[in-house]
C-alpha cells in the first residue's frame, strides 16, 4: 500500500482546497476564505465562501475509488436529470468540464442549497419523494450505464467478504463463525435473486436516505432536493426506496403504500 493509499486527503489542507478552487481561473470563483467541511463518508465535502455571489460546495473525489469516466458518466446522468426540470443539485460546467484536478486532487463544484431532512414520518412527503424517484427512475430507465458498475451480490457480498477475511480484519477466534453467518446471508439473497427473476435494472440514485435530501418548505423550489449522486449506478428500483422506510413490518408497509401512490405516477414498479 502506498502513502496515498493509505492517507489520500493528507496533502488535501485548506490552502490546498482554497487554492484549488481559484485554479478555476474565473472571477466568480475566487474563494474569500471562508471554509466549511460538511459530513462525507468516501469524499471530501467543503463550503466555501466566493468573493463575490453565494457560497459554493467542492467534492474532492477519494483517490482511486472511481475513474474520471465513471464520475463523469454520473455528471452527465444528473445533468440529464436537471434538464427535464428534476429538483437534483448537479455539478458546475466550468471551463467546458465538470471535472477539475489541483495537486493530485480531483473535485467538483455545485452550487449550494439549503434544507432540512424531511419528514419521512409523514404521508404527504413520502409521496412527495416518491413522485420524484419515480420521474428520476423514469429517465435512469432510457439507458444503461457503461463506466459505472451495477448492484449484484458479487461486489457487495462475495468481495467485500474475500477482502475481509484475505486482509486479517477478522479476529482469529471469530472467522469461524463469521464466515458461516456470512454464507447464511448470501444464501439468502442468492434466493431472493432466484425467486424474483429477471428483474429490470435501471440508473439510480444508489444512496437514496434522507441525508441526502434537502427538503425546502416554501418558495419555487418547495418539496426535495436530491444530491450526492457519488453511489449511482445500475441496480433494481427498490434499492432507491428501501432506505426510506423504518420501524415495524406494518409501519414500513403503510410507507412503502405512501412512497408508491407518488412513484407509479411516473414509473411502473416490480414487485418481485
Not at 429477471?198 to 435530501?213: E, P, S, W
Not at 426506496?241 to 415495524?248: N, R
Request: hydrophobic share 40%; aromatic share 10%.
Amino acid at each position: 500500500m502506498t502513502t496515498l493509499d493509505a492517507t489520500p486527503y493528507a496533502s488535501l489542507t485548506p490552502d490546498c482546497v482554497l487554492n484549488a478552487i481559484d485554479s478555476l481561473g474565473a472571477e466568480e470563483y475566487r474563494a474569500d476564505g471562508r471554509l466549511l467541511a460538511l459530513n462525507s463518508y468516501e469524499n471530501r465535502v467543503y463550503q466555501i465562501g466566493m468573493e463575490e455571489g453565494p457560497m459554493l460546495v467542492a467534492k474532492f473525489y477519494r483517490p482511486g475509488r472511481w475513474s474520471d469516466a465513471a464520475i463523469l458518466e454520473e455528471h452527465a446522468f444528473v445533468h440529464e436529470l436537471a434538464a427535464q426540470e428534476l429538483p437534483v443539485v448537479a455539478p458546475l460546467l466550468i471551463s467546458g468540464t465538470t471535472l477539475h484536478r489541483f495537486a493530485d486532487h480531483r473535485f467538483a463544484v455545485f452550487a449550494k442549497r439549503g434544507g432540512r431532512s424531511p419528514e419521512l414520518e409523514d404521508s404527504a412527503t413520502l409521496e412527495w419523494m416518491g413522485r420524484f424517484i419515480g420521474r428520476i427512475h423514469a429517465i435512469g430507465a432510457q439507458r444503461a450505464f457503461r463506466e459505472r458498475p451495477a448492484l449484484d451480490i458479487a461486489s457487495f457480498g462475495e468481495e467485500p467478504r474475500d477482502f475481509l477475511l484475505e486482509h486479517d480484519f477478522i479476529p482469529a477466534d471469530l472467522v469461524e463463525a463469521w464466515e458461516s453467518v456470512i454464507s447464511m446471508a448470501l444464501d439468502g439473497v442468492s434466493r431472493c435473486y432466484e425467486r424474483a427473476g429477471g428483474v429490470r435494472r435501471l440508473r439510480l440514485h444508489g444512496d437514496c436516505h434522507a441525508g441526502n435530501v434537502l427538503w425546502n418548505d416554501s418558495g419555487a423550489d418547495q418539496g426535495p432536493h436530491f444530491v450526492d449522486f457519488d453511489d449511482s449506478r445500475m441496480g433494481p428500483a427498490v434499492q432507491d426506496l428501501w432506505m426510506l422506510l423504518s420501524g415495524e413490518r406494518e409501519e414500513m408497509t403503510r410507507q412503502l403504500a405512501d412512497v408508491m401512490r407518488g412513484y407509479r405516477r411516473f414509473y411502473d414498479f416490480e414487485p418481485s
